[in-house]
């Protein structure tokens, strides 16, 4: 079965700095992964997500993510951190189908990033 | 625009009522889906329909039931006896096959007083 590991629930950074959020993920067969983002008491909305073209995947609000399969890693990256980027980041796999063509998304625990001023 | 839109944002259940979550979408999608959010534990798949009149249990269905008779509502029952019910309930929905990834909904925030 998949599973994702996201390497810390809380990242602090300065603004200006650089973000980085950490994911691994397993999975038997080749995977597609997605980054998504949740501000509180509102649902999750994509970032950005891996569909095996290219391997550095550019999403929305400056982020950019890129799969490393001999390190089995989907890392969230943006250069310059702004404090509309608080929020919590979640990292999903999704390596097969469920029954009827529906698609499961398995979700790591959640980093919540937080800007310093 | 389309979306999908869950309602109510709030809702406070008594011991031992059942409790309907609502959730529509216009986006015309095939699959549907209910996430349950606790602090510090991610999402859990509740529930799946891929097609109407069909659903399929996810990983932790015990205590909550659903009905597709439409393909674009997808309402969720909290019944008496789901034990720990106080959670953030999420609807997605997704096209049919892989790799699309899911739109939410905005998300129930369910308490027990």
């Known amino acids: 079965a998949q599973s994702v590991t996201q390497l810390g629930s809380h990242v602090s950074v300065s603004e200006g700095a650089l973000v980085l959020l950490r994911c691994n993920y397993s999975?038997?067969?080749?995977?597609?992964l997605f980054w998504y983002v949740q501000y509180p008491n509102q649902g999750l909305q994509l970032l950005l997500k891996?569909?095996?073209?290219?391997?550095l995947v550019k999403g929305i609000n400056g982020f950019e993510a890129e799969f490393k399969k001999s390190e089995t890693s989907f890392h969230l990256t943006k250069p310059s951190a702004h404090m509309s980027d608080a929020a919590e980041y979640f990292c999903?796999?999704?390596?097969?189908?469920?029954?009827?063509?529906?698609?499961?998304?398995?979700f790591g625990q959640g980093t919540r990033l937080t800007i310093n001023p | 625009d389309g979306g999908i839109t869950q309602s109510p944002k709030y809702l406070f259940r008594k011991e031992g009522q059942n409790v309907t979550l609502s959730c529509e979408q216009n986006?015309?999608?095939?699959?549907m889906y209910w996430y349950r959010q606790d602090p510090g534990q991610g999402l859990r798949l509740i529930y799946y329909?891929?097609?109407?009149?069909?659903?399929q249990k996810g990983d932790i269905a015990e205590g909550y039931s659903v009905s597709r008779e439409k393909k674009e509502s997808f309402p969720l029952t909290v019944t008496s006896a789901q034990k720990n019910p106080t959670a953030f309930y999420l609807c997605?929905?997704?096209?049919?096959?892989?790799?699309?990834?899911?739109?939410f909904g905005s998300g129930t925030r369910l308490t027990v007083v």
């Open positions: 997605a929905s997704s096209p049919s096959g892989q790799g699309s990834g899911y739109t």
């Open positions: 999975s038997s067969v080749p995977p597609y």
């Open positions: 891996y569909t095996s073209a290219a391997t």
């Open positions: 999903a796999v999704s390596d097969g189908g469920l029954s009827q063509g529906a698609q499961k998304l398995v």
């Open positions: 986006l015309n999608h095939d699959a």
């Open positions: 329909s891929q097609i109407v009149n069909d659903f």
